[in-house]
């Protein structure tokens, strides 16, 4: 709910900006070295190729996904809340010679601002800005076209716990516990799988491939 009243005020179609231009810059050459190519190429064989699929990026940041699944034949949907990622994901674009959609806004608002579905949607290291694990779950199930595929890569609540404030503890053990969730807390490990299964589905994988980290792979019935 908090985050939702948050989301009335602060608005990207009015200029605001969660992300720093610094930051942005900083951030997006960091990822863009690091891009995973051999997990696009896995993604790509699980779905039976990207030619031609319709790709969303869901929270796509600096593009360097976004690029990464242009540049293997998908039609991709950059869809992010920061006009600094914005233009570094144009940039890149244009650099690989690449066509992708950009869409600015929420996350949570995606379903409603892109009014269609796609055969893979993918979220990666950002499912905490949902405004609630329950619901964002929901947009991504809901963005899946019938027959498609999720792929959701999340930090989950043992992350840097240790360096946590009190007051952010705090904040981690309320979403744990109760899932209410007051800005931007990550998710206890398991939760998104827990929650995907409340829904028709064909096919899940789950892999921990660091005790902070979830990966799931889901096909929607």
């Not at 005020?9 to 720093?20: A, H, N, S, T, V």
């Not at 914005?86 to 959609?101: F, H, M, P, Y």
Request: positive net charge; aromatic residues 14%.
């Amino acid at each position: 709910m908090i985050n939702r009243l948050f989301a009335l005020f602060y608005r990207p179609e009015k200029g605001w900006d969660p992300i720093p231009v610094e930051y942005a810059q900083r951030y997006a050459e960091h990822e863009w070295q690091k891009v995973d190519e051999p997990l696009v190429d896995r993604i790509a064989e699980w779905i039976g190729g990207l030619e031609g699929k319709q790709v969303l990026d869901l929270g796509a940041g600096g593009g360097q996904y976004a690029v990464a699944f242009a540049k293997r034949g998908a039609r991709v949907t950059w869809y992010d809340i920061s006009r600094n990622y914005l233009r570094i994901a144009q940039q890149k674009a244009s650099q690989w010679n690449v066509d992708i959609e950009f869409v600015l806004g929420y996350m949570d608002e995606a379903p409603k601002i892109l009014n269609r579905q796609f055969d893979l949607v993918f979220n990666r290291i950002c499912f905490c800005y949902g405004w609630n694990d329950a619901s964002f779950t929901d947009t991504i199930y809901r963005l899946i076209r019938s027959g498609g595929y999720a792929y959701i890569i999340a930090n989950n609540s043992s992350f840097r716990r240790t360096e946590l404030s009190m007051m952010r503890r705090l904040v981690v053990f309320l979403n744990d516990k109760t899932g209410f969730k007051i800005g931007h807390p990550h998710p206890p490990r398991g939760r998104i799988p827990a929650l995907l299964l409340r829904y028709p589905i064909k096919q899940m994988w789950i892999e921990y491939p660091q005790p902070d980290l979830d990966h799931i792979f889901v096909q929607k019935a």
